[in-house]
């Protein structure tokens, strides 16, 4: 029993199979605070152009069957390449925003989740952004818990990451169901299922079985991008049953679409 989380070299000298396995993320912590657009954040302000429409939601959802009027996208979080260096920034971008529609999609497109709010991504170079936009439009309407997202700034800890066993050849996983065990933090598996919002590395599929995403436009498999974790004290955000909402994004292209997943 350990109480404190396995660092990767900890991890590789127990398992040295698990060494080509591992994938670089970031994870983020927020901070209840006061963020600004020139900061990566939770539910705080985005860089924006000033000529850019804010992207609104017109899809049905839970309270409007019409889907109208539209309603404005709430910012769930903004990083800047500085804050979560690693292999998921396409060449000469440095901010990745994340939104979504405030409003839980009964009836979502193919490439969101169902009963979920509905994401938007958008990439950017800061130095392009002009004048930043005054604030944003409010939402007519939204789910009355967990999709407004309280404004946090954010601390980041760079890590390698490892799958969830059942993603594992089979013949490693009794040695890393073991390992788990040996390391776990407070009865939880403090290896392939480290909490929290991140960005990169492997998703958890503790509940089902893994699923994989080929992309749209170019069939190439989908990495994981984002994960949006929920805790009702900090972020206020609770997606699921208290679960996880992971995007994932084509490697090939930044601009073919990304793929919604909620776990
Ligand atoms: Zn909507
Ligand atoms: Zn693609």
């Known amino acids: 029993m350990s109480m404190h989380q396995p660092s990767a070299d900890e991890i590789v000298s127990r398992l040295p199979e698990l060494a080509p396995y591992g994938r670089s993320a970031v994870r983020l912590h927020p901070e209840r605070g006061e963020p600004t657009e020139q900061g990566s954040s939770v539910g705080g302000p985005l860089l924006w152009p000033s000529d850019e429409p804010w992207p609104m939601c017109s899809e049905p959802d839970d309270e409007e069957p019409s889907g109208l009027p539209a309603v404005a ?57 002009g004048v930043a936009l005054p604030p944003p439009p ?14 946090c700034t954010i601390r980041t800890e760079q890590i390698i990451d490892f799958p969830y066993r059942e993603e594992l050849p089979e013949e490693l996983r009794p040695r890393l169901r073991k390992l788990i065990e040996d390391t776990d933090i407070e009865g939880k598996d403090s290896i392939t299922r480290i909490a929290g919002w991140k960005i990169g590395g492997w998703p958890t599929w503790h509940l089902t079985c893994p699923s994989a995403f080929d992309c749209e436009e170019c069939q190439g498999r989908m990495a994981l991008l984002f994960t949006v ?35």
Not at 81 to 96: C, E, M, R, Y
Not at 231 to 254: K, S, Y
């Open 73 to 129: 996208m709430v910012p769930v979080a903004q990083i800047y390449a500085s804050d979560a260096p690693g292999p998921w920034w396409p060449t000469g971008i440095d901010l990745l925003q994340i939104l979504w529609c405030p409003n839980e999609h009964w009836e979502a497109p193919p490439n969101q989740a169902d009963v979920s709010p509905l994401v938007e991504v958008r990439w950017r170079r800061a130095a392009d952004v």
């Open 229 to 263: 974790a929920s805790d009702d004290l900090v972020t206020g955000v609770v997606v699921g049953r208290a679960g996880d909402l992971r995007i994932f994004a084509c490697p090939n292209d930044h601009r073919h679409p990304f793929h919604v997943d909620l776990h």
């Open 138 to 151: 409010v939402p007519a309407r939204h789910y009355d818990y967990g999709y407004l997202p309280n404004p």
